[in-house]
């Protein structure tokens, strides 16, 4: 569509953005539809190769809850206790599951199951480096060599049943 202010959520958008991931360095890429970092709310296409290792992290300071929707693909989503134990595993894309929503604090990670995933992802901005996440103490840095290992170690604690919940 051309029309201001309108944004289609399409194939074509989704294979340039997963075009953009498949040639990132990170194997991710999003495509903002929020105008600057400093809108207040966030929301893009989240794309996804497999192999790419988000660090688990949350965003507690501020308090920021976040939301991710499947369009294309399937998604394992994490979510951990304090100490980095896995208190849930669900995969969006799978068995009627179609997302999750996130409150402030929950520790998380995602990653994808199959060869490409694709999310819409929601979370309130002002979008600052510097507090937007804080990443987990218990798990590898993203392009530490144990990063690899550790992914593969939550991949294949996968339960491939998938009951959509809302964590708080």
Not at 63 to 90: H, Q, T
Not at 110 to 128: I, R, S, Y
Request: a negative charge.
């Amino acid at each position: 569509m051309t029309t201001r202010g309108v944004q289609l959520i399409d194939d074509e958008l989704i294979q340039a953005t997963l075009s953009k991931a498949r040639s990132s360095p990170r194997l991710r890429a999003n495509h903002n539809f929020h105008a600057s970092p400093a809108d207040s709310f966030h929301r893009f296409l989240n794309a996804w190769v497999r192999g790419t290792y988000a660090q688990p992290h949350r965003h507690l300071v501020p308090p920021k809850p976040e939301s991710f929707s499947i369009l294309r693909g399937e998604l394992a989503c994490f979510v951990f206790d304090e100490g980095g134990g896995v208190l849930e595993r669900r995969i969006l894309g799978r068995g009627g599951c179609f997302g999750v929503d996130l409150a402030p604090g929950v520790w998380h990670t995602l990653a994808p199951v199959t060869p490409e995933a694709v999310c819409f992802e929601v979370k309130p901005g002002p979008w600052d480096p510097e507090t937007d996440k804080e990443f987990a103490p218990w798990a590898p840095r993203e392009g530490e060599p144990a990063a690899a290992v550790y992914l593969a170690g939550l991949m294949n604690s996968l339960d491939l049943h998938c009951t959509c919940v809302q964590v708080t």
